[in-house]
């Protein structure tokens, strides 16, 4: 449950408590089964009932491939048909170059290229400022971000609507800058493959999955090779949150991979209808993924082991 739901269904425990409907010890299970009950009838009597999405994906888009394009349709279709969400925009933000992935090329090709890529979309669109920020940021931090950005947002927009019904009103006008609105929840969307690296000595640590799942929510796409069910189920921090976890399965079996790409890539062979064809055109002209690109970051160690390890010393 993100966080604006949470925040109702301690508002709803309080009027259950009030009405006697429900003991002290009684009030966390039962007001959750009832509320979530309550919620998903009234949303789907009522679309404007249904909590607003926002989908994220943090990655490499090394480059950008028709399989990502993909994760944002298969998640909107998945949590629209649950009755409870409505997906109102998807954002992809490429991972800056101070991450040091082995063969990462430089983060304004991949920024193009992501938005050739999503230029046939309506809903889906690219957003430069984990890029742009000098040191590589933590996944977390990128979700805080954009949760405040669509927080001011809707702040924003229902003030100047209360603001131009009442402008005269020296008081209303004070109440309007205070107003605060519910706003969209930000998800974070990924392959199964991202959802088992939580396990990965000092990749993630457990204060960041604890916000990640806990505060925030995860949609996570199946992808070949992954169990992502058994890995929540073998997560005492992730079954405990699981009911912010999204698992959808990829029924068209489809695994394209950015680094099977770049090997064809380096062998002279096609990729085409593996990536939008804009995307294509645009490493053909700029001669993108060779050996040398490849090269790039061998032996250094990925920014994330490398802070945490030195955290954890
Ligand atoms: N075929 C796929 N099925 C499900 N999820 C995918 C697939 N390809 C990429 N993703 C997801 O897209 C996000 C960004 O992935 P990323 O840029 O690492 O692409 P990738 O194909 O995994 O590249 P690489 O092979 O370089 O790791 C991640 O959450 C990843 O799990
Ligand atoms: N601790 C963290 O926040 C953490 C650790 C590892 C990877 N990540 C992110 O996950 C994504 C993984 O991308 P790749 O699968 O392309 O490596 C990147 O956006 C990266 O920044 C975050
Ligand atoms: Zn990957």
Redesign the pocket.
Known sequence: MGLSQNLKRKQFTVVLMQFGLLRLGERGQHSQIVFQSLLSASAMENPEKRVEVVLL?C????PI?N??LR?FELARDYLQGTGKYTVIKGIISPVGDAYKKKGLIESHHRLTMATLATDSSDWVTVDPWEMNQKEWVETVKVLRHHHENLRNLSNAEKSSARCKRGKKRKKEEKECSLETKDCPEVMLL?????LATFAVPNLWTTEDLEEIVGKFSLVC?S?TGNKPEDFVYGSDLLWRHRQNIHLVT?WIG??????KVRRALRRGESVRYLLPDPVVQYLQKHHLYDQESEDKNDGVVLEPLRRNAKETK
């Open positions: 994906s990655g490499s888009f090394n491939t399989m990502h994760m990924c392959g199964a493959d991202v796409i992808r990829e489809n695994d394209i991979s950015a680094t």
